[in-house]
């Protein structure tokens, strides 16, 4: 089993966010088919404040006069509220356990993959999208919710910097969702959750379901405990989310796939019972995107 190590390997190629580009508008050309009412808002906005110039921000947004001011370090930018769809706040889970995995593919790529798929449909879509990062006791905004395509490929570096614990975030740590989201959003909680206890998440998703649009994007984790098999009769495990050593059998390790499997069974059925909408994803290419894109696609539909 191998870990992820270093921030340099990126966890999501180029190459694959152009494929979730290409997948994206391949879809909303065959919604386009027949007559639709349009997906889109005008342009109007109205000026909200100035903030500093962060990546992603457009040079049209740019405040010149004030930027003077600081002698152009930082620049200074103008922030707008726009009449457009509720913004979509990705809640990607950086947890230990999602660093583990079989080979060079991690957990936590696929769940990159998922952040990549929601940011670029969002660009494509003109909402603005933000990234919020969790792990069993905190809650951390990464990203605040913006428009554009360069804003999207920030959200998934960004992703990547919190998972190695080296990014800048936007707030303090809070311990709750409630409190980091301040307007109603569209918000994909993606996670192998494999906690320790995840009744305790799904009661807070629970309420928050109250005020915001959740669903949870469950990563099918097996994959990440397929271990090839060991000579050893007895082997000594980490848990990487507890931090406990324990002795295992050669046998128990070759059934923690299929235990994985069963526990993210016990928590789907858990969430439904929470009254929470799961999207359970496993695997990667273009059926990963095309089912992600459909989705958000029908849940568009149901929030206009």
């Not at 494929?19 to 508008?25: G, K, N, P, R, S």
């Not at 097996?222 to 990487?240: C, I, K, N, R, T």
């Not at 050669?250 to 069974?265: K, M, P």
Request: charged share 25%; proline share 4%; aromatic share 8%.
């Amino acid at each position: 089993m191998t870990r992820l190590h270093d921030a340099e390997d990126s966890l999501v190629s180029w190459s694959e966010i152009q494929d979730v580009e290409l997948v994206i508008v391949r879809r909303m050309q065959e919604f386009a088919i027949g007559s639709h009412p349009s997906m889109f808002h005008g342009t109007g906005h109205d000026l909200a404040g100035l903030r500093d110039f962060q990546p992603g921000d457009r040079l049209s947004t740019i405040d010149w006069p004030q930027s003077t001011l600081t002698n152009f370090s930082p620049l200074v930018t103008r922030e707008f509220d726009q009449e457009c769809n509720a913004p979509i706040v990705v809640a990607a889970d950086v947890s230990q356990s999602t660093r583990c995995g079989v080979g060079s593919e991690p957990i936590a790529k696929v769940i990159a993959r998922a952040v990549a798929t929601f940011a670029m449909a969002a660009s494509f879509f003109q909402d603005r999208a933000g990234l919020v990062t969790f792990d069993r006791h905190t809650r951390r905004i990464a990203v605040r919710p913006r428009i554009g395509k360069n804003h999207a490929i920030h959200c998934v570096a960004a992703y990547q910097e919190q998972l190695m614990g080296r990014g800048a975030t936007e707030s303090a740590p809070d311990v709750s969702f409630a409190g980091l989201l301040r307007k109603r959003s569209l918000v994909p909680v993606i996670s192998d959750f494999l906690f320790e206890e995840s009744e305790p998440l799904l009661n807070e998703l629970a309420d928050l379901k109250t005020a915001h649009d959740v669903f949870l994007v469950m990563i099918d984790s097996a994959f990440a405990f397929e271990l090839p098999q060991f000579s050893a009769g007895w082997v000594e495990a980490y848990d990487v989310e507890t931090g406990q050593t324990r002795v295992i059998s050669s046998g128990d390790v070759a059934e923690l796939g299929t235990r994985v499997a069963a526990w993210q069974d016990t928590v789907e059925r858990a969430a439904h019972d929470h009254g929470l909408e799961v999207l359970r994803l496993g695997g990667s290419g273009q059926q990963f995107h095309d089912t992600l894109v459909a989705f958000l696609l029908e849940r568009r539909q149901l929030r206009r």
